[in-house]
């Protein structure tokens, strides 16, 4: 997509930092569950309600300019909800994506993963693997 893309998409999370929000984007080189560069916005919020603040706060008269700039440069989409199981709520520079082996306890696989900081996938809108997990063997991500 390229630097103009990169720059309103930029402009579009300083316009909800402004707000009160935390966001990230990160530009990957491989998307976790696709062969394909790509981005990934992070909008951290604390429940439901809040999920539905931002999605309202981000398309309002301050922010529908910078929304509908980068939406308008943007192709594919993918998304989902994720929520902290533990670890520190902030956006993740390095992480991987996974899913549970078929089979395993929940607890058994969690238990493997130590003191990471573990998001899990609690509404899929696209091919979201369900684990998001930090720490450090994960792949670094540039911040947009």
Same mark, same amino acid.
């Given at each position: 997509?390229?630097?103009?893309?990169?720059?309103?998409?930029?402009?579009?999370?300083?316009?909800?930092?402004q707000?009160?929000?935390?966001?990230?984007?990160?530009?990957l080189n491989?998307?976790p569950?696709?062969?394909h560069?790509?981005?990934?916005?992070w909008?951290?919020?604390?429940?439901?309600?809040s @999920?539905?603040e @931002?999605?309202?706060?981000?398309v309002?008269?301050?922010?529908?300019?910078?929304?509908?700039?980068v939406?308008?440069l943007?192709s594919?989409?993918?998304?989902a909800?994720?929520r902290? @199981?533990?670890?520190?709520?902030?956006p993740?520079? =390095?992480?991987?994506?996974?899913s =549970?082996?078929?089979?395993?306890?929940?607890?058994?696989?969690?238990?493997q @993963?130590g003191?990471?900081?573990v998001?899990?996938?609690?509404l899929?809108?696209?091919?979201?693997p369900?684990?998001?997990?930090?720490?450090?063997?994960s792949?670094?991500r540039q911040?947009?």
């Amino acid at each position: 997509m390229g630097a103009e893309y990169e720059r309103q998409l930029s402009a579009f999370h300083s316009r909800l930092a402004q707000e009160g929000y935390v966001t990230a984007a990160f530009r990957l080189n491989e998307l976790p569950f696709i062969q394909h560069d790509g981005y990934e916005d992070w909008y951290l919020v604390d429940d439901w309600r809040s @999920l539905g603040e @931002l999605n309202d706060d981000a398309v309002d008269a301050r922010s529908r300019a910078s929304h509908d700039a980068v939406a308008e440069l943007s192709s594919e989409g993918w998304g989902a909800v994720y929520r902290l @199981l533990q670890g520190d709520a902030i956006p993740p520079h =390095k992480a991987r994506w996974m899913s =549970k082996p078929a089979g395993e306890s929940y607890t058994s696989f969690l238990g493997q @993963l130590g003191a990471a900081t573990v998001w899990q996938r609690q509404l899929v809108l696209g091919p979201a693997p369900e684990f998001c997990v930090s720490d450090g063997r994960s792949s670094r991500r540039q911040r947009v």
